[in-house]
């Protein structure tokens, strides 16, 4: 394996544990014929049984992994999040949480003692988690950080029926495998992964699903000229299942992206792929197979227009600096009774947060609701469904 030389290299286990995946890639596109969609392909990079990235044992998240996400930035941002939570709780008359992708576990544990210390806690907080070893290290965090709420949290492998409840997802649907199309002299492609010599190479072929024929479509009225885009039709079908099975409440989708007019913006024109390694980005899926985290922003439009076509409300869409803000971050801070150092630490942490510099603007907040009978009014603060 070769690593540019902008990236660390890996140690020699690593490189080893890469090379088995490849292998297994290497079947997969030789049992497929000699061609595997980019779907395909990030699907066994993040989620092969016991070599892709999130299934295997590495760090991942935090200081020590590849990446950091807001929950692993400050617990400020998971208490703020419990405020709107409340606000559904407070609603219904069973009412549950369900957190998909929860990470290290650190949101479920935080929002748990937030509401606990509200005297508004669910009856359960159900986790939906498609990798065992973080399903572990969640069981860790939570009894480390509340083992009196521990009886509350229980792992599922699907989305229970009728369900009554918040489900939440903190970058969930950037980690969901995608598709790729490829817009070249007025045709449409899909762009796959092949074995090339030595090493692994793009090749573009005919549209291999029908809806990403319609979505195509769409997108190809935005465009202008050549263009290469990403299309999830994974969250597409994970927010239907949702909205079929959601009886009452809301479902809060945090992430990074943009509403359709600025996602296929002509400066996107190399789509919006991006892999993590070691705290470094860059754009090539194509390498440490198993050792990075591989992302594409999220399309919101496709969502919200998802979540209304099949009986869910789209009741807000904010910046997460406007979310949190309406949460009052601001407010938590103060009436902590915090000396010099922890004000100045946690003041630092609300700027990583909320800075559009930072996380505040790149990051947004999509908020469907399903039969409420108040308005979620924390969500009216800064709205911008009108750019859906
Ligand atoms: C980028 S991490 C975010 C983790 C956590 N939410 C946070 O903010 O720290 C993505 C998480 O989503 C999980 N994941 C991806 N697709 C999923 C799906 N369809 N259902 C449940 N979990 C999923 C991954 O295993 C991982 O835990």
Redesign the pocket.
């Known amino acids: 394996m070769t690593t540019p030389a902008t990236l660390p290299a890996p140690d020699t286990i690593a490189q080893q544990h890469s090379e088995q995946l490849l292998s297994l890639i290497h079947d997969e596109i030789d049992r497929a014929g000699g061609k595997i969609t980019f779907a395909q392909y990030m699907h066994l990079c ?2 092969a049984p016991g070599l892709g990235y ?1 299934s295997a044992g590495s760090q ?2 935090g200081q020590h992994g590849d ?1 950091t ?4 930035i400050s617990p400020l941002f998971s208490r703020t999040f419990a405020h709107h939570i409340k606000d559904v709780l407070q609603q219904l008359d069973t009412p549950n949480i369900l ?6 576990g ?2 479920a544990a935080t929002i748990l003692s937030e509401l606990a210390d509200n005297n508004c806690l669910p009856e359960k907080y159900y986790i ?4 065992a070893d ?1 399903q572990d290290r969640q069981h860790r965090t939570v009894q480390e950080l509340c083992p009196q709420l521990a009886d509350k949290v229980v792992w599922l492998s699907q989305f229970p029926t009728d369900f009554v409840g918040v489900v939440l ?4 649907c ?3 495998p995608v598709h790729i199309v490829h817009f070249k002299q007025g045709d449409i492609f899909e762009r796959y992964i092949e074995r090339g010599n030595g090493a692994l190479q793009w090749c573009d072929a005919e549209l291999s699903h029908a809806n990403l024929a319609s979505h195509s479509a769409e997108i190809q009225n935005l465009i202008e000229s050549d263009y290469l885009t990403e299309i999830n039709l ?1 969250a597409e079908a ?1 927010l239907h299942t949702i909205a079929d099975n959601l009886q009452q409440g809301a479902v809060f989708i945090c992430d990074y992206g943009y509403p359709k007019a600025d996602y296929y913006h002509p400066q996107r024109s190399e789509g919006t792929l991006m892999c993590y390694f070691q705290h470094q980005a860059h754009a090539d899926p194509l390498i440490l197979q198993g050792l990075q ?1 591989i ?1 594409a922003h999220v399309d919101f439009t496709l969502l919200a227009q998802t979540a209304s076509d099949n009986s869910l409300d789209v009741a807000g869409f904010q910046s997460q600096a406007d979310f949190l803000l309406a949460g009052g971050i601001v407010e938590l801070n103060l009436a902590e009774n915090l000396d010099d150092f922890a004000m100045l630490q946690q003041a630092s942490e609300i700027k990583q947060l909320t800075l559009p510099s930072t996380m505040g603007e790149k990051f947004k907040v999509l908020t469907l609701s399903k039969n409420l009978d108040q308005l979620l009014a924390r969500c009216q603060l800064a709205d911008r469904r009108y750019t859906l």
């Open positions: 993040l989620y999130y991942k998240l990446f996400t807001a929950p692993e957190e998909f992708g929860a990470g290290s650190k949101m939906i988690e498609v990798s973080l997802a903190n970058e969930v950037d980690a969901m994974a994970w985290d992302t």
